[in-house]
């Protein structure tokens, strides 16, 4: 009998990007710090284990974006990634560039 186990598939991330994550995950620890909150409590308040939590503070790639989502929530934080991506400087110039050429 063969036992097939599904292996978890992950996004491959680059190093500046886990550097982004790794931000990411420093500044929800010192949140949690500033506010007296530790893993556990965290945990109890999310329902997510403290190994979950820990990655997410060390800025865990395997960790689902959700889960950030849910840690934000109980520090207050989650409306902050209202603003991710909202002044899209680069974005604008593209389009922009485009239209001129549109005369």
């Given at each position: 009998?063969?036992?097939?186990?599904?292996?978890?598939?992950?996004?491959?991330?680059?190093?500046?990007n886990q550097k982004a994550l790794s931000l990411l995950?420093?500044?929800?620890?010192?949140?949690?710090?500033?506010?007296g909150y530790s893993q556990s409590l965290i945990a109890e308040r999310t329902g997510l284990s403290r190994l979950t939590i820990r990655k997410i503070q060390q800025g865990g790639s395997t960790v689902s974006i959700g889960y950030y989502v849910?840690?934000?929530s109980v520090l207050g934080l989650v409306d902050d990634l209202a603003n991710v991506?909202?002044?899209?400087?680069l974005g604008r110039k593209l389009?922009?560039?485009k239209l001129m050429g549109h005369k």
């Open positions: 009998m063969t036992i097939s186990y599904k292996k978890k598939r992950s996004a491959p991330v680059f190093p500046k995950g420093e500044n929800i620890k010192l949140a949690c710090k500033r506010r849910v840690v934000l991506a909202s002044d899209d400087s389009q922009d560039i």
